[in-house]
């Protein structure tokens, strides 16, 4: 197995201390269906960047649907992290990231991941 391509649970923003952090004062940018906000850590842990993934129950009644939705934009995540990470490893920058998914109905895979490539290109150039 390679280890670039796994998400780790020290990749992952579990803490309510980091989600707070996160959420409190930061930034953000959009690619439809995905809504990024992002914020420099404050204190190194090791790990370039830490993600959450959230859909609202508001917009995707059914679990299943949002549960499948968490799946895809992780495995998207996962996909392209590797080019993201060494970006970040070469500024010395440590991110908290959230992938907040804004669109009402389920999308197809190829929609998700050309928008989270998208995303990460733009924070790329505003960082």
């Known amino acids: ?3 670039g391509q796994t998400l780790s649970k020290c990749e992952r923003i579990s803490a309510q201390k980091d989600i707070g952090y996160l959420f409190e004062s930061s930034s953000s940018c959009a690619a439809h269906p995905l809504l990024v906000v992002y914020k420099e850590r404050k204190e190194a842990s090791g790990v370039p960047c830490s993600i959450l ?4 129950k508001k917009r995707i009644k059914k679990a299943v649907n949002r549960n499948r939705i968490k799946r895809l934009i ?3 995540y996962r996909l392209h ?3 993201w990470l060494d ?3 070469s500024g010395n920058k ?3 990231v959230a992938f907040i998914y804004i669109d009402t109905k389920l999308c197809p895979y190829d929609k ?4 989270l490539t998208k995303v990460l290109n733009e924070l ?4």
């Not at 998700?112 to 928008?115: E, M, W």
């Open 112 to 115: 998700l991941a050309t928008s």
């Open 124 to 127: 790329k150039t505003k960082l």
């Open 1 to 3: 197995m390679n280890s």
């Open 74 to 76: 992780r495995e998207a």
């Open 94 to 96: 440590e991110m908290l």
């Open 53 to 56: 993934v959230s859909v609202s």
């Open 87 to 89: 970006f970040l490893r």
């Open 81 to 83: 992290k590797n080019e």
